[in-house]
């Protein structure tokens, strides 16, 4: 409790690439070029919904997030060390839609929530990118249920 206590070091690790829960991770610059592409990430989160400022029975229920890894950083904290993705979020009312056969289509040139662009890497689950050879602004995109 004291090390955490003192806080950070003044040391950031930076990678390129990082595996954790027996997913190998790369950043955006590393996968450009390369036939297999590891940098798409999802996130599921808890929101809560409200219908209005009166509203006494909020919803929560789970918002899916789409991206890619930015950068990876190790935060140390003197005996122990915390991995944080950087990521480019894409905006979910405008660059996520689901197409007729089911499959979720993201537009990797619509990123939005730049306030918000670190999470956990513990919580990051893998999403297949897939470049359509028609529509180059969109991919499809394959998430993991780990």
Known sequence: ????????TKIVF??????????TYNTKDRDNGRATQNSGVSLVAKIMQLSSAKDTNPIVSDMM???YVEEIW?????????PLFKCAWVKNRSGIKVDDLG??????NRIGFKDDSFILASLAKTSVLHRGPYRSSL????CNSL
Not at 103 to 108: G, M
């Open 139 to 142: 991919v499809c995109c394959a």
């Open 65 to 67: 997030y789409y991206g």
């Open 1 to 8: 409790m004291k090390r955490l206590a003192q806080g950070l």
């Open 103 to 108: 499959f979720t289509l993201v537009n990797l």
């Open 14 to 23: 930076k990678y390129c690439s990082y595996r954790i829960n027996g997913v």
């Open 74 to 82: 190790e935060l140390d904290y003197h005996d122990f060390r915390v």
